[in-house]
């Protein structure tokens, strides 16, 4: 044993060195091909930097590891192409950003949601401490929670299905008027597989935003089945605000 350990000694202090550095990067906004091509390309410039990627629906995980120290030219770079679009440097998840910021600032949150069916409230509640800004949210999955709920003009819906830019508007004016809030987002859209009588096609959703300065509706064609849509959609919801409030 006492010959062992020190003859080990130096291989066991590379290992620990091994992958010292590590920044973890999430990015909303843009598709994952457009990502490796920034940062793969970025990272070739400085020889040891290893990436992998992760994707999940509407967010790109970008893992950076060296063996020394991440050179600082090469997030700037990153930040130079992707800035507008990076939800967290350090990897913190879309719904714990944007909860820091909305504490930060004093400000509070609602939703209302009919394709995600809960899923964005549940994801902003995950966050400890969500409490201090998220206030509620409504699931108006039908034409009637829509109207009687949050009202949304009946014969809008009546005469132009409920995935269309207005109701969207109408649903988040709807949640913010309701609990108050300084912000609200709303989620509507067909997730499939079926259409559910709507007219627009699956995968098809639009997200809106309420805010004191004005309200703004955002439609997507998102691909895959069901559980994809529906988690990408409250991604892009969550980055939408967030994106807003660093952008004020």
């Not at 020190?6 to 992958?19: C, I, S, T």
Request: hydrophobic share 40%; aromatic share 6%; net charge neutral.
């Amino acid at each position: 044993h006492g010959e062992v350990v020190p003859r080990l000694a130096p291989f066991l202090a590379a290992k620990e060195r091994k992958g010292l550095a590590k920044k973890v990067i999430r990015i909303a906004g843009k598709p994952e091909s457009e990502v490796a091509d920034v940062v793969t390309g970025a990272a070739s410039r400085f020889p040891g930097v290893k990436v992998t990627y992760r994707a999940t629906p509407g967010v790109i995980e970008v893992t950076l590891k060296a063996e020394e120290e991440l050179p600082e030219g090469l997030m700037e770079e990153i930040r130079k192409e992707l800035g507008d679009f990076i939800v967290s440097e350090e990897g913190k998840s879309l719904e714990e950003a944007l909860g820091e910021m909305l504490r930060d600032r004093g400000m509070t949150l609602s939703v209302a949601e009919s394709c995600t069916g809960g899923l964005l409230g549940e994801r902003i509640t995950r966050v400890p401490g969500s409490s201090d800004y998220f206030l509620g949210g409504v699931v108006s999955y039908s034409y009637r929670a829509k109207s009687d709920v949050l009202g949304v003009p009946g014969e809008l819906l009546k005469a132009k299905g409920a995935v269309n830019e207005e109701v969207a508007l109408h649903m988040a004016k709807g949640a913010r008027r309701l609990f108050g809030s300084d912000f609200a987002l709303s989620v509507t859209g067909v997730a499939g597989p079926g259409t559910g009588g709507e007219s627009e096609p699956v995968g098809t959703v639009v997200t809106g935003m309420a805010t004191p300065g004005g309200e703004w509706a955002f439609r997507y064609r998102l691909p895959g089945e069901r559980e994809l849509v529906r988690q990408a959609a409250s991604s892009i919801a969550l980055a939408s605000l967030l994106f807003h409030l660093r952008r004020g």
